[in-house]
C-alpha cells in the first residue's frame, strides 16, 4: 500500500539559519503532494503544494523540491525564526490524504 | 472570515456514552473530513463525505458514526463501542471532492475518558 514518512522525527536549527525537512513516499500512484504546518494545541495549516509535473515550486520564505526518482520530497524554510517552531507533515493526495508521522522543529536562540 | 469550527475544544466521556463532536464550515465546500490524532503521530482517516447525504468510511471508522444532512455540517459521534476514544479530533473540510486541492482544518476536540 502507500506510505508517507519523514526521516526525522526533530529537528533542532539556529535561528536565522535555513531548515530542510525531508519526507520519502512509497510508490507513485499520487501526483499532488502538500505540506502542512502545526503548532502545539491546534489543527494543521496549509504551507504548501506541489504537483508531480513540477519539480520545484516556492512560497513566501518556503520551498518545496519533489525528486520522483528516487520519491522524496523536502521542505525548505529559508532564514529560520522562532514563529516556525511547530510540526510539520507531509501528506500525498490519491482520493484521501495519506500523512507521514510529522518533524518536530525545534528553533534554537 | 471563512473557515472550520469545531467544538468544544475540549470534551470528556464517560464509560458507556456517545459524545458528539460539532463541525461546521462556511467555505462551501463540498468535502468534509474527520481525523483522528494521537500524540505524536500523524492523523488518520475516520469518516469523509464528498457531498450532502453522502459518507464513506475511512481507515479507522469502527466505533465512530457520522451524518451529513447539511453542507456546512458534519457532525462525529464517538460511540460507547470505541474503546480508545482519547484522542486530539480534527475536522477538515476541501473544495476538491477527490482530493487534489488543500484540505483547511478546524483547530481540534480533545476527548478524554472520565
Known amino acids: 500500500g502507500e506510505s508517507v514518512g519523514l526521516h526525522l522525527p526533530t529537528l533542532s536549527v539556529q535561528e536565522g539559519d535555513n531548515s530542510i525537512i525531508n519526507c520519502a513516499y512509497s510508490?507513485?500512484?499520487?501526483?499532488?503532494f502538500i505540506w502542512y504546518k502545526q503548532e502545539s494545541g491546534k489543527g494543521p495549516q496549509f504551507i504548501i503544494d506541489i504537483r508531480s509535473n513540477m519539480d520545484k515550486r516556492q512560497g513566501q520564505r518556503v520551498t518545496v523540491l519533489l525528486n520522483k526518482t528516487v520519491k522524496h520530497l523536502s521542505l525548505q524554510i529559508a532564514a529560520t525564526q522562532p514563529g516556525d517552531s511547530a510540526v510539520y507533515f507531509c501528506a500525498r493526495a490519491n482520493y484521501q490524504l495519506i500523512w507521514g508521522a510529522g518533524t518536530k522543529l525545534i528553533i534554537k536562540p | 472570515d471563512g473557515g472550520i469550527t469545531q467544538s468544544p475544544k475540549y470534551l470528556f466521556r464517560k464509560e458507556g456514552q456517545n459524545v458528539t463532536l460539532s463541525c461546521e464550515q462556511n467555505l462551501n465546500h463540498d468535502a468534509m473530513y474527520w481525523y483522528r490524532q494521537d500524540p505524536g503521530q500523524g492523523l488518520r482517516l475516520i469518516y469523509y463525505s464528498q457531498i450532502v447525504n453522502d459518507f464513506q468510511k475511512g481507515d479507522i471508522a469502527e466505533g465512530y458514526s457520522v451524518s451529513r444532512e447539511k453542507k456546512e455540517s458534519f457532525p462525529l459521534t464517538v460511540t460507547s463501542a470505541q474503546k480508545n476514544p482519547t484522542a486530539f479530533y480534527l475536522c477538515?473540510?476541501?473544495?476538491?471532492?477527490?482530493?487534489?486541492?488543500?484540505?483547511?482544518f478546524g483547530d481540534g476536540t480533545r476527548l478524554s475518558i472520565l
Open positions: 477538515a473540510s476541501s473544495s476538491d471532492r477527490v482530493g487534489f486541492q488543500p484540505q483547511h
Open positions: 510508490n507513485s500512484a499520487s501526483d499532488y
